[in-house]
């Protein structure tokens, strides 16, 4: 088993803000060196890397959603002789677009965007990482999922479809990539105090979301990234795992 990232590199997507930012600041300051993409707020990304331990970070501007940057970041990697020992496919979306109060238009719009980003992307991210890591000997991914995919996502469908989707296909590879030397779990959250979920914990609405956990909170980002941080150092007879960190909101058997 693992017990530090000393000499590793560790590709975080969304790894600036939110959970992606302190993945970022916990596997730097345990010694790995991070390559952390956004996909457009640069003034976050610049003021991140600066801010992690040690040296040899980069944030890489990268729109996953576009199969072609996925495909020149994975050139770009090889071209200067990095070997990445770990993926994090962290980034994500998720809107409102419940399907009583929106038009068909926005219905699928909801879907196209969400899926495209939390797991047409991510499975994109997962097929280079694969090639990379087989000529390498081998290698981690770790999936940020949700509890969204076990518990149901109402008022964001897809979001929990996008989910349950990024679980299965953790599965998957995992029994897939296995004979390879790479493991392949997933992370599922509950509510996190970040940007993306902010909004919803304002107010009563806020108030309720917090009692789902018996501590009445919900987490703070750097939790999920001690949770990641679990699996990275697990050892590879944790492939497939998909580990609950949801504060006991939402208990599945
Ligand atoms: P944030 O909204 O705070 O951050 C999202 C990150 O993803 C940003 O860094 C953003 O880049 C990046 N990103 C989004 N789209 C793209 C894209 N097309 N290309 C490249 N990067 C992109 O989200 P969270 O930190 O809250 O969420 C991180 C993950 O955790 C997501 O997968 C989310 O589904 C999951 N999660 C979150 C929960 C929560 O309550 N917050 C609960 C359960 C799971 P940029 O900074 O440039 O915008």
Redesign the pocket.
């Known amino acids: 088993m693992l017990d530090n990232m000393k000499e590793k590199t560790i590709l975080v997507?969304?790894?600036?803000?939110?959970?992606?930012?302190s993945i970022s600041e916990l596997f730097a300051l345990k010694g790995g060196t991070v390559i952390a993409?956004?996909?457009?707020?640069k003034l976050?990304?610049e003021h991140c890397i600066n801010s992690l331990r040690g040296s040899g970070h980069q944030a890489k501007q990268?729109?996953?959603?576009i199969p072609e940057a996925i495909d020149d970041l994975w050139r770009q990697i090889e071209k200067d002789g990095i070997t990445v020992d770990m993926v994090i496919n962290?980034?994500?979306?998720?809107f409102h677009h419940p399907v009583d109060q929106v038009s068909y238009t926005e219905w699928q719009k909801g879907f196209s965007d969400i899926i495209q980003?939390?797991l047409i992307?991510a499975s994109n991210m997962c097929y280079h990482a694969v090639q990379h890591m087989r000529k390498n000997g081998g290698g981690k991914i770790i999936n940020?999922?949700?509890?969204?995919a076990f518990r149901g996502e109402p008022l964001m469908p897809a979001?929990g479809a996008s989910?349950a989707g990024l679980n299965a296909l953790t599965q998957s590879l995992a029994q897939q990539l296995a004979p390879h030397n790479i493991y392949v779990g997933a992370i599922a959250?509950?509510?996190?105090e970040?940007?993306?979920?902010r909004d919803r914990l304002l107010g009563d609405v806020g108030k309720g979301i917090k009692a789902q956990s018996p501590m009445n909170r919900?987490a703070q980002?750097e939790e999920?990234a001690e949770a990641t941080y679990l699996m990275a150092c697990g050892n590879m007879w944790m492939t497939g795992a998909i580990i609950d960190v949801n504060g006991a909101s939402y208990m599945r058997t």
């Open positions: 997507t969304g790894g600036t803000r939110g959970i992606g930012k993409i956004f996909r457009s707020d976050s990304a990268v729109d996953i959603t962290n980034a994500g979306i998720g980003t939390n992307a940020i999922s949700s509890r969204g979001y989910k959250p509950g509510f996190v970040t940007d993306m979920a919900v980002p999920i």
